[in-house]
């Protein structure tokens, strides 16, 4: 919870000086709104047989600052769902499973235009883990269970890093496409020797300026 205050106090905070530039800047600070897919994924699950993606969805806000010509800095705050989804056998009975792991995060993106309306960015995640679930099914009977949310057996702060392309159709409207990937062992207490599972995500959406 500390470190989920302290990386919203630190946004609102950039977000506040976003405000304050702007109303300076030639190149004006601009916020907006985004929305989108998310294909999901985690590096290592030894015991699973087969693991797949799972689609989940990211929304939130953002702003855009200026720092020259063709660069700027663009922190956001996003909900987005993490996970994967996999099949497993026990004594003949086929299983399947879906991990649903929902993160408040925080990128903080720096952008170059490559020309105006279309730019590649890179920059640090910050992920903070609000739900964790996950979904049983029997493949034979179709019967299925969820567990509770069991968060605080996990790694509730995520490291990630990220890279995008984005590009705006109108001054307005924007395609975003950007690739996250996990530095930080979602377990929480990893037995010595054992590989480390981290998050993969690759996110496509819209984003919205406010001009």
Same mark, same amino acid.
């Given at each position: 919870?500390?470190?989920?205050?302290?990386?919203?106090?630190?946004?609102?905070?950039?977000?506040?000086?976003?405000?304050?530039?702007?109303?300076?800047?030639?190149?004006?600070?601009?916020?907006?709104?985004?929305?989108?897919?998310?294909?999901?994924?985690?590096? %290592?699950?030894?015991?699973?047989?087969?693991?797949?993606? #799972?689609?989940?969805?990211?929304?939130?806000?953002?702003?855009?600052?200026?720092?020259?010509?063709?660069?700027?800095?663009?922190?956001?705050?996003?909900?987005?769902?993490?996970?994967?989804?996999?099949?497993?056998?026990?004594?003949?009975?086929?299983?399947?499973?879906?991990?649903?792991?929902?993160? $408040?995060?925080?990128?903080?993106?720096?952008?170059?235009?490559? $020309?105006?309306?279309?730019?590649?960015?890179?920059?640090?995640?910050?992920?903070?883990?609000?739900?964790?679930?996950? %979904?049983?099914?029997?493949?034979?009977?179709?019967?299925?269970?969820?567990?509770?949310?069991? %968060?605080?057996?996990?790694?509730?702060?995520?490291?990630?890093?990220?890279?995008?392309?984005?590009?705006?159709?109108?001054?307005?409207?924007?395609?975003?496409?950007?690739?996250?990937?996990?530095?930080?062992?979602?377990?929480?207490?990893?037995?010595?020797?054992?590989?480390?599972?981290?998050?993969?995500?690759?996110?496509?959406?819209?984003?919205? #300026?406010?001009?």
């Amino acid at each position: 919870m500390k470190k989920l205050i302290l990386g919203l106090a630190l946004t609102a905070g950039t977000f506040a000086f976003a405000q304050q530039t702007g109303n300076t800047s030639s190149n004006p600070v601009t916020f907006g709104v985004k929305g989108g897919m998310n294909v999901s994924s985690l590096s %290592k699950d030894s015991g699973l047989d087969d693991q797949k993606s #799972k689609i989940g969805f990211n929304a939130g806000v953002f702003a855009n600052i200026p720092l020259a010509a063709s660069f700027s800095v663009q922190p956001e705050v996003q909900y987005s769902q993490y996970g994967n989804k996999s099949d497993y056998t026990i004594g003949g009975t086929k299983f399947s499973a879906s991990t649903k792991l929902d993160y $408040i995060t925080v990128p903080v993106m720096f952008q170059y235009n490559l $020309i105006p309306n279309l730019y590649v960015e890179a920059g640090p995640e910050f992920g903070f883990m609000v739900s964790a679930k996950n %979904k049983f099914k029997n493949e034979s009977n179709g019967d299925s269970n969820t567990t509770d949310n069991y %968060k605080d057996n996990l790694n509730t702060f995520n490291f990630g890093i990220g890279l995008g392309a984005g590009y705006y159709f109108t001054p307005n409207l924007g395609l975003t496409a950007r690739y996250v990937a996990g530095l930080t062992d979602v377990a929480k207490n990893r037995p010595s020797g054992s590989d480390a599972t981290r998050n993969n995500l690759f996110q496509v959406g819209l984003a919205y #300026k406010f001009k």
